[in-house]
C-alpha cells in the first residue's frame, strides 16, 4: 500500500427529515467522496449506489460492519428484568436521531407488552418521564455497561429500532438477531437489507401502524431466521473482505 494510500469509511448522516432518503446518506461522506480515496468503504448496498454516484471517478467496495456470535447469541444468561411480558427491547442512545418516543407512544396502545429502553444521553429524563406516564410499571429504562449489553437481549422477546430513514447503519439489529429477536425497524433501503425477512418494517411516526406492527412481529412465530440472517454479519466473514481489500491495495 502506497504511503499516502487513503481508505475512507462512512459515517451517521446529520441532515434535515425532509431530505430525500438518496442525499441523506451523508454530506460528510459525499466529501470523503470528493476527496479522492483510494477505496471508499459502504456499509449497504443502498450506500454502495449512492456513492458510486455521488464520484464515478472512485472506487468503492461494500463491506457492513459485523457481529461476534459468540458474544452475542441465544444462549447467553439473560438478565433479570421485573416488568411483564412480552418485553419489547430497544438499545440505543437516548437522542433525537433514535426517536425512542414513538416507540413508548406505539408500545402504549397495545394492551399487553413492555418496553425496556438500554441506554444513555441528552433525552434521558424526558423518555422516563414520558415512558412512566403513557406506561407505568410496563415501562423500564436501564444504563448498563457494555460487558452486561449480551445478556439483555435474550431477556426480551422482541427488538424495535424506530431510528431515523439515514442512519448509515445500525449495530444494534445484528446484536438482537444474532440473540435470537426478531425485529420491528424503520421501512427504508438500508434497514431492509440489515435485516432482511427476520422483522417487518414501519415508518414509526405512525404510532397507530407501529403499535399494530409490533403487535403482529409479537404474535408471530419467527423460528431461526433471525440467527440465520446474523450469520451474514459475522467478524469472521467480514475480516476477511477487509483483509482482501487490504491486499489489493498493498498490491497496487
Known sequence: ?????????????TMSKSTPIYFQVGIDDRWNLWCFPDTFV??????????????????????????D???????????????????????????????????????????RGSLLLVGDGDQKDYLIQLGNQLLGRRFAALKLPYSQVPQIYPAADLFTFPTVPYESFGIVLLEAMASGLPVVATADPIRAEIVGDSGLFVDPTDT????????????????????????????????????RLFRKLCSQ
Not at 227 to 242: N, P, R, V
Open 69 to 111: 456470535p459468540a458474544v452475542f447469541n441465544s444462549q447467553v444468561t439473560p438478565l433479570k428484568i421485573n416488568i411483564s411480558r412480552p418485553i419489547i427491547l430497544i438499545v440505543a442512545a437516548f437522542t433525537p436521531a433514535k426517536r425512542l418516543d414513538l416507540a413508548i407512544r406505539a408500545v402504549a396502545k397495545l394492551k
Open 1 to 13: 500500500m502506497s504511503e499516502n494510500c487513503l481508505l475512507i469509511f462512512p459515517g451517521l448522516a
Open 208 to 243: 397507530e401502524t407501529y403499535a399494530a406492527t409490533l403487535k403482529h412481529a409479537l404474535n408471530t412465530s419467527w423460528g431461526k431466521k433471525p440467527l440465520i440472517q446474523a450469520q451474514k454479519f459475522t467478524w469472521g466473514k467480514i475480516a476477511s473482505d477487509y483483509d
Open 42 to 67: 459502504a456499509l449497504t448496498d443502498f450506500q454502495l449506489y449512492w456513492a458510486r454516484k455521488a464520484n464515478p471517478f472512485v472506487s468503492v467496495v461494500k463491506i457492513p460492519n459485523g457481529i
